[in-house]
């Protein structure tokens, strides 16, 4: 499907959700900036410092918005312990307009975060070595997960000739379903990795970053550049929780058809699950270990 | 993965020395595809030893010999060998802990004891571990509700208020069952405690040494101490005499407590009474628990019962004293267990500055720790942060790198706390400053403050976490 035509198709279901008279209030919303804009009124120009509140900053789990809650210190325990949206309240039998409105501001941050990329000057900025699976575009790249895992042979070469044959280790970052959850955990996590490796006396070499990239592509590139460990940051696939979370997947000599049961993962890396700087020090002396015992995923007994 | 840790508990009071045998079991509650987390998911007890009168010898000093061979009898009659104890603790409280040689019969027992038994004193520290032991924090987290459990023993009354499972406040007071002494057979009053005895002059009760008394003739100066009780719980406003009987902090009382736990010797007669003589044990100790138990706490409050009542301290100290740190963690050291470390714990102020700031700090502060111009060995405790960088960490590590060079001159470890998850980073990157030379033991998940001590016990889970005691150590 062509990206505008599910861009209209959720528009469209949206109106339906929410009824013709906020269709009016957005066109009104919409129409207002627009003015604003125009040059030939130099009053509104004047910045009055007034914006609208984010409502995406709201700690959700804080905010209990049943009005006469019988044990408000309790709901507020129970909102403690999970992301869900207990206790949001309702206007007739339906959600209130912040609980509407925030669902589809995190929505809308969840499809950013698989529709946009990792900006090229960040891959600058990181010291990264940019390559791209055989995915051409983001369409390819949801439709054809096959794609997403290879490589052509010249992205092969280059590879070979920017990594270190046969290193101990080869780290490789890839936007997978989340480019935000790269932007947001790698300044940490890689520092914290290669200090990490560094106590054992592991050099982390140059790092790969890996456009269009599903997790299977980890296994091409163990074979092209022959390394005993080869560890994958990815971003995860985003949900209305967080759409900055990140993985790492890790294996001792990844080979193309291996089982996915050789594969070790570490989940939820981001600001509200593991920190990265302390996910960073944790995969550093998993990655030591599986070199020491030559195995990963369900081989390796932890 | 399950693990189990045996604990023993010691508890060496006023009047009786016991001991108990714990079960800790330990479990990876993450799932497998993140960071590991260790937690202690259940505590047993499996081993309840006689009640012993604490020894004490003619020059009212605490007979450590006669206290290993009870430990030593326990563990022969329990079935288990001194090397298979794992953790635990010693506490010394009461009166006992008053004593000239308290201090080196707890040190001398602890190791005694087994390899990572630890030492523990201190009233605040015997409050929460008998509250504990008697299950008021659980059941306060339980019933989402505030509690306070009041540990009446034979000298002292030891309160802990705990609310949803979190500890609010401790406080003492000098009561307790064995504060007047009754001779059995002649009925005549042989011991007042001297704050009982200003008691009495104070209210002109007709009580003296050597007067043959009837439970009628105490009745007065009972309800005078169930009066500062209500006054310590907050039922009535503080007296003239509230702060005399006070051994060392009341409770702040800024909320009314609506539930209340009773455990210690006299708790017993006040969830039950069916005994024909109340000078059984020679004390006022039956009459203080029903004079109690006719109370306006027990009218006003709603009672809990308690899970232990006179075991409720060892119980404590055998199954709620050990904690695990957290799950990712850093330490190179290879000498534990590391016993009896002060904490100095950072300001706020501290920790927000420049790494320069954070170093003067820990420097200063040093010096707190000073015996004879001789720095001790000190763990250095932070908050840290929810979700550092990375340059925070440097700032972190470069900042107690600096202000522990004194430490560190001194060829002892360096001992690191931090309240956040992070410290395997921050562990790592200490470990990196030092040029991988010298010892780093960096935790966290762990709540510590200024005045504890800590003890660490040898690796366990794999040597993914560490076996750590927060205590006190305070003798009176």
Redesign the interface.
């Known amino acids: 499907m062509e990206e505008k035509d599910l861009k209209s198709m959720i528009e469209s279901i949206l109106m339906e959700m929410v009824g013709n008279k906020s269709e009016e209030a957005t066109e009104s919303v919409l129409t207002e900036p627009a003015q604003t804009n125009r040059p030939t009124e130099p009053e509104v120009v004047e910045d009055s410092g007034e914006c609208l509140d984010d409502i995406t900053e709201v700690d959700l789990r804080k905010l209990l918005l049943v009005p006469d809650p019988e044990?408000r210190?309790?709901y507020l325990?129970m909102k403690e312990k999970t992301p869900a949206r207990l206790g949001v309240w309702r206007a007739g039998p339906r959600y209130k307009t912040f609980t509407s409105l925030r669902f589809r501001a995190d929505h809308a941050a969840a499809q950013d975060a698989v529709f946009s990329y990792v900006s090229e000057d960040f891959v600058k900025e990181m010291n990264l070595v940019a390559v791209e699976t055989m995915c051409r575009d983001k369409d390819e790249y949801i439709t054809r997960p096959d794609l997403g895992r290879q490589f052509s042979s010249d992205t092969i070469e280059y590879m070979k000739k920017h990594t270190t044959n046969k290193a101990k280790v080869q780290i490789m970052v890839g936007d997978g379903l989340s480019s935000a959850a790269i932007e947001a955990n790698l300044?940490?996590i890689v520092?914290?990795i290669a200090?990490?490796l560094?106590?054992y006396g592991i050099e982390v070499g140059n790092i790969l970053f890996v456009k269009h990239c599903r997790v299977p592509s980890m296994d091409m590139v163990g074979e092209a550049t022959e390394a005993d460990v080869v560890c994958l940051l990815v971003g995860e696939r985003p949900g209305l929780v967080t759409a900055e979370s990140m993985s790492a997947y890790i294996a001792y000599k990844p080979t193309v058809g291996m089982p996915e049961a050789r594969r070790t993962?570490?989940?939820?890396i981001h600001?509200?699950?593991?920190?990265?700087?302390?996910?960073?020090?944790?995969i550093?002396?998993l990655i030591k270990t599986m070199i020491d015992r030559k195995a990963s995923g369900i081989d390796l007994k932890? | 993965m399950n693990e189990e840790l045996l604990s023993v508990g010691i508890d060496m009071g006023t009047s009786t020395t016991q001991l108990v045998l714990s079960k800790l079991h330990i479990q990876n509650m993450a799932s497998s595809?993140?960071?590991?987390r260790l937690v202690i998911t259940d505590k047993e007890v499996v081993y309840r030893s006689d009640i012993c009168f604490t020894p004490v010898l003619e020059d009212n000093r605490i007979d450590v010999g006669e206290i290993q061979t009870f430990v030593q009898e326990q563990y022969r009659k329990a079935g288990i060998r001194k090397e298979e104890i794992q953790t635990g603790a010693v506490i010394i409280t009461g009166e006992t802990a008053r004593k000239d040689n308290a201090n080196e019969v707890l040190l001398s027992l602890s190791g005694f004891a087994g390899d990572f038994v630890v030492a523990t004193a201190g009233p605040d520290l015997e409050s929460i571990i008998a509250a504990k032991g008697a299950g008021a924090h659980t059941y306060s987290k339980e019933h989402?509700t505030s509690i306070v459990n009041i540990d009446i023993g034979g000298g002292t009354s030891n309160l802990a208020l705990f609310s949803?499972g979190e500890l609010l406040d401790t406080g003492c007071l000098d009561i307790g069952g064995r504060l007047i002494r009754v001779d059995q057979v002649t009925r005549e009053i042989t011991y007042i405690a001297p704050k009982i005895k200003q008691l009495i002059a104070r209210r002109d009760i007709p009580l003296t040494l050597g007067q043959k008394v009837t439970p009628t003739d105490l009745e007065p100066i009972l309800q005078e101490m169930v009066a500062l009780l209500e006054e310590s719980v907050g039922l009535r406003p503080p007296g003239d005499f509230y702060d005399i009987i006070v051994t060392n902090k009341g409770l702040k009382l800024d909320r009314a407590i609506p539930c209340i736990s009773f455990s210690g010797g006299v708790a017993d007669y006040i969830y039950q009474d069916s005994v024909d003589d109340v000078f059984q044990f020679g004390d006022i100790g039956i009459l203080l628990g029903r004079a109690i138990a006719s109370s306006s706490m027990t009218q006003l409050m709603t009672v809990a019962t308690a899970v232990e009542t006179i075991r409720a301290t060892v119980v404590g100290a055998g199954s709620h004293t050990t904690e695990i740190s957290g799950s990712?963690i850093?330490y190179t050291e290879k000498s534990f267990p590391i016993k009896n470390i002060p904490i100095l714990k950072l300001s706020m102020a501290d920790e927000s500055g420049s790494a320069e700031v954070l170093a003067s700090a820990i420097s200063d502060k040093l010096n707190w720790f000073k015996l004879n111009n001789d720095l001790q060995k000190v763990a250095i405790a932070l908050e840290g942060k929810?979700?550092?960088?990375?340059q925070e960490?440097q700032k972190y590590a470069n900042g107690l790198h600096k202000g522990m060079a004194e430490l560190l001159e001194k060829e002892y470890p360096l001992i690191v706390i931090v309240r956040h998850?992070?410290?395997?980073?921050l562990?790592?990157?200490l470990?990196?400053r030092l040029d991988?030379k010298k010892d780093v033991v960096c935790i966290d998940s762990v709540h510590v403050d200024n005045g504890d001590y800590i003890d660490i016990g040898k690796p366990i889970a794999?040597g993914k976490v560490l076996p750590v005691v927060i205590k006190t150590l305070v003798f009176n």
Request: glycine content about 12%; hydrophobic content about 30%.
């Open positions: 044990d210190e309790g325990k300044r940490d520092p914290a200090q990490g560094k106590m993962v570490i989940s939820n600001s509200g699950g593991t920190p990265a700087v302390e996910a960073g020090a944790h550093a002396e932890l | 595809f993140s960071v590991p989402s949803s990712t850093t929810k979700n550092p960088s990375f960490v998850d992070m410290a395997k980073v562990g790592q990157t470990y990196a991988y794999g």
